[in-house]
Each structure stands twice: as C-alpha cells, then as structure tokens.
C-alpha cells in the first residue's frame, strides 16, 4: 500500500509560479514510478508530467512543456512539480499518483492516487 498527500497548491496570478509536493508513505519509494495529474469536475483527467523511478527520464504534457518541471528526491520519499510562468487554463485539482508499472503511469492508469491539491490562476 501506498499512501501519497500533495501540498502547495493555491492561488496565483497570470505569469505566477507554484511548487506542488507530493509525500509518499514510507515504501520502497525508488520502486515506483510518478506522475501529476489534474482534473476539474465534468473534465476528462490529464496527465501533466510524470517520472520514472530515478530521475534520469521524464514526461510532459504539450500543454506544459517548457513551464513546468517534474522532480523526485528519493532520499525523502517527495515528487514535486515546479509550475512557471502559470495560466488560468492551469487551473484544476492536481494528483499525485505511483505505480511500478512506467506504462500505466503514462496512460493514465496508476495503481495509488492522492487526495489532491488545488490551483487557481486568476488572470
């Protein structure tokens, strides 16, 4: 079981940057790989970035590239994902979520969720 709770969420302004954390239980952390992900109510879930279990790889959404950045310390069982120059279509609830599997990570389907964080971009 894994066990996984974002943070820093909130509300920033057009052009803004924020930092989202993500905590994991205790676990052979290095075993999985990561990802975030964001969803509104009635929208369909997008993946945003993801990791594998060192940081040596990574995946960007095309809506994001080149803004936001996906990192792991192992040593402390944290993701985070750095979010620059922020626009109001950035808006959404963000998940964090693990599987061991690179694959279901990148399609959507990890095993673990968290409960999320949201972020609000007001223009």
């Known amino acids: 079981q894994v066990r996984l709770a974002e943070s820093g969420g909130g509300s920033v302004e057009a052009g803004g940057s924020l930092r989202l954390s993500c905590q994991a239980s205790?676990?052979?952390?290095?075993?999985?790989?990561m990802g975030w992900y964001r969803q509104v109510s009635g929208k369909e879930r997008e993946g945003v970035a993801a990791?594998?279990?060192?940081?040596?790889?990574?995946y960007y959404a095309d809506s994001v590239k080149g803004r936001f950045t996906i990192s792991r310390d192992n040593t402390k069982n944290m993701l985070y994902l750095h979010m620059n120059n922020l626009e109001p279509e950035d808006s959404d609830m963000y998940y964090c979520a693990a599987d061991r599997s690179w694959g279901a990570v990148v399609r959507g389907t990890p095993t673990y969720w968290g409960q999320g964080t949201e972020v609000t971009v007001s223009s």
């Open positions: 205790p676990v052979t952390y290095d075993s999985f790989c």
């Open positions: 990791i594998l279990t060192t940081s040596g790889n990574s």
